[in-house]
Antibody, heavy 116, light 113 residues
Framework: EVQMVESGGGLVQPGGSLRLSCAAS????????MTWVRQAPGKGLEWVAH????????NYVDSVEGRFTISRDNVQNSVYLQMNSLRGEDTAVYFC?????????WGQGTTVTVSS | DIVMTQSPDSLAVSLGERATINCKSS????????????LGWYQQRPGQPPKLLFY???SRASGVPDRFSGSGSGTDFTLTISSLQAEDVATYYC?????????FGQGTKLEIK
């Protein structure tokens, strides 16, 4: 079965850090671009970051550049999002997704709440 | 950044009737070297992750019913549902992947009239 399962979300204070994980199965992970997309409560979708198959290309939305880092482990079939210096506006459901030209497999999401 | 603007923000359509959602990009997402529009459409039902409906503006993703169609080129795109079914109640998003940051439209909420 093709699936992606996120974990690592939770409640964190402003300025804190979290590391999100996304475990993939059922497809050839090492051949796939991977993406993180977030959705603030009651809001639309926002692309956060993506990376290519070997990590040589990584891009971020300006609002997280320098604070978030996307990485992957092609042995563990997992993609990660290290989030530092978290702010209230980072509160959202974070989805991992596969793909570069169209995001065709999505996880169920993990919730990050930044609050004191 | 490319700004994606959808219209309308919300839409109520009777079962069996046509629903049309528009998406306009602030600059062309047609890549001249391959003549492809770098645009996708997604459906997000309440409490669910998004689901890819179309890529390259009009290529239907696997398992998407043929009552859904995607069209347009350059800066103007349309998602059409030819005969609305109850399970189509959702919010629909367009997304450009022509350049980073990738950007989504604000979403169009589709309901039953």
């Amino acid at each position: 079965e093709v699936q992606m399962v996120e974990s690592g979300g939770g409640l964190v204070q402003p300025g804190g850090s979290l590391r999100l994980s996304c475990a993939a199965s059922g497809f050839t992970f090492r051949n796939s671009w991977m993406t993180w997309v977030r959705q603030a409560p009651g809001k639309g979708l926002e692309w956060v970051a993506h990376m290519d198959q070997d990590g040589s290309q990584r891009n971020y939305v300006d609002s997280v550049e320098g604070r978030f880092t996307i990485s992957r482990d092609n042995v563990q079939n997992s993609v990660y999002l290290q989030m530092n210096s978290l702010r209230g506006e980072d509160t959202a459901v974070y989805f991992c997704a596969r793909g570069h030209y169209g995001l065709d497999i999505w996880g169920q999401g993990t919730t990050v709440t930044v609050s004191s | 950044d490319i700004v994606m603007t959808q219209s309308p923000d919300s839409l109520a359509v009777s079962l069996g009737e046509r629903a049309t959602i528009n998406c306009k990009s602030s600059q062309s997402v047609l890549y001249s070297s391959d003549n492809k529009n770098y645009l996708g459409w997604y459906q997000q039902r309440p409490g669910q992750p998004p689901k890819l409906l179309f890529y390259w503006a009009s290529s239907r993703a696997s398992g998407v019913p043929d009552r859904f169609s995607g069209s347009g080129s350059g800066t103007d795109f349309t998602l059409t549902i030819s005969s609305l079914q109850a399970e189509d109640v959702a919010t629909y998003y367009c997304e450009q992947y022509y350049s980073t940051p990738r950007t989504f439209g604000q979403g169009t909420k589709l309901e039953i009239k």
